[in-house]
């Protein structure tokens, strides 16, 4: 004769499963929405680098009207975020990418405005000034932040460990193009002209921080999956799980 008491035990283990799958299921929509959300951004990132290296005016709307759907993606992956923080009550390395993705999500979504930033100010300008110098530099420039953007994204995509050093080191080529960048402002600002001047600048600090914000990923990844921030040792909470 069965006891009335054994059926909690086999159907409790079951459910703690189901339930773990299915927070599991959540995370992975978590982390491959962000991914898909860079990507995006750095695809219109790099649209708004042939806009302003080719004087390509007439893509202007369209990197503008691109970023609405960055801006969708960021308040629904935001919300999910926010709820299973609520609903699962997460530990250890769980609660670590949930605060982690309430990061990257404005990481990205702060790179998707300066991506616009970017077209407004060529919009205004009617093109860039004719110096072969300054266009060679800034499309470096442009190619260079998105590649750390990138390489921030792949990170997170790959729960990469030591993605924040590698990405920080990578954000060094970013750092001297725009040092580079600037000092050609400089030396042309007769022929440029104060306005231009003024935008280039502008320029060159948005794309520096687009990088910034790849780099921002990479740590974050990194803290993920070790507890602890590179270079931050001393803040890392270390846990069993």
Same mark, same amino acid.
């Given at each position: 004769?069965?006891?009335?008491g054994?059926?909690?035990?086999?159907?409790?283990p079951r459910?703690?499963?189901?339930?773990?799958?299915?927070?599991? &299921?959540?995370?992975?929509?978590? !982390?491959?929405?962000?991914?898909?959300?860079?990507? $995006?951004?750095?695809?219109?990132?790099?649209?708004?680098?042939?806009?302003?290296?080719?004087?390509?005016?007439? @893509?202007?709307?369209?990197?503008?009207?691109?970023?609405?759907?960055?801006?969708?993606?960021?308040?629904?992956?935001?919300? /999910?975020?926010? &709820?299973?923080?609520a609903?699962?009550?997460?530990?250890? !390395?769980?609660?670590?990418?949930l605060?982690?993705?309430?990061?990257?999500?404005?990481e @990205?979504? *702060?790179?998707?405005?300066l991506?616009?930033n970017?077209?407004?100010i060529?919009?205004?300008?009617?093109?860039?000034?004719?110096?072969?110098? /300054? *266009?060679?530099?800034?499309?470096?420039?442009? +190619?260079?932040?998105?590649d750390? $953007? #990138?390489? =921030?994204?792949? #990170? /997170?995509?790959?729960?990469?460990?030591?993605? +924040?050093?590698?990405?920080?080191?990578?954000?060094?080529?970013?750092?001297?193009?725009? =040092?580079?960048?600037? %000092?050609?402002?400089?030396?042309?600002?007769? &022929?440029?002209?104060?306005?231009?001047?003024i935008?280039?600048?502008?320029?060159?600090?948005?794309?520096e921080?687009?990088?910034?914000?790849?780099?921002?990923? +990479?740590?974050n990844?990194?803290?993920?999956?070790?507890?602890?921030?590179?270079?931050?040792?001393?803040?890392?909470?270390?846990?069993? %799980?």
């Open positions: 004769m069965t006891s009335h054994t059926e909690p035990s086999s159907a409790a459910h703690h499963d189901e339930s773990r799958h299915h927070f599991t &299921e959540i995370l992975e929509e978590i !982390k491959d929405g962000m991914v898909e959300m860079g990507s $995006l951004v750095i695809d219109n990132a790099r649209r708004a680098g042939v806009a302003i290296v080719e004087n390509r005016l007439e @893509l202007v709307p369209e990197i503008i009207g691109a970023d609405d759907e960055v801006n969708l993606r960021y308040a629904q992956l935001e919300r /999910l975020t926010f &709820e299973t923080l609903r699962q009550q997460p530990v250890a !390395k769980d609660l670590r990418f605060v982690s993705a309430t990061r990257i999500l404005y @990205l979504e *702060r790179s998707g405005d991506v616009v970017l077209a407004y060529v919009d205004r300008l009617h093109g860039l000034p004719e110096s072969p110098q /300054l *266009r060679s530099l800034l499309d470096r420039l442009v +190619g260079a932040s998105c750390v $953007l #990138a390489s =921030g994204i792949t #990170a /997170l995509s790959n729960m990469d460990e030591v993605a +924040g050093r590698l990405v920080d080191e990578e954000d060094d080529v970013v750092d001297e193009l725009v =040092g580079a960048f600037y %000092d050609e402002i400089s030396r042309e600002r007769n &022929e440029i002209g104060l306005e231009a001047g935008a280039l600048n502008r320029m060159g600090r948005f794309l921080r687009i990088a910034d914000h790849g780099v921002n990923i +990479g740590e990844t990194t803290y993920i999956v070790t507890a602890e921030f590179p270079g931050d040792t001393h803040l890392g909470i270390r846990d069993e %799980d």
